[in-house]
């Protein structure tokens, strides 16, 4: 019972971090294909 407490304890802040990282990732990548898309109908 120890072993897994100390596992969640070391993988949660891990967890935390991929998941944060994604949710930035993905923002940008949306902001980016946002603002080409709004670029591109301002050009026609």
Excluded at 18 to 43: D, N
Aim: glycine content about 2%; overall charge positive; charged content about 15%.
């Amino acid at each position: 019972m120890p072993m897994r407490v100390l596992k969640n304890a070391i993988m949660l802040p891990i967890d935390s971090a991929i998941l944060f990282f994604a949710l930035t990732f993905s923002k940008k990548l949306a902001a980016q294909f946002g603002y080409v898309t709004a670029k591109s109908t301002a050009v026609k």
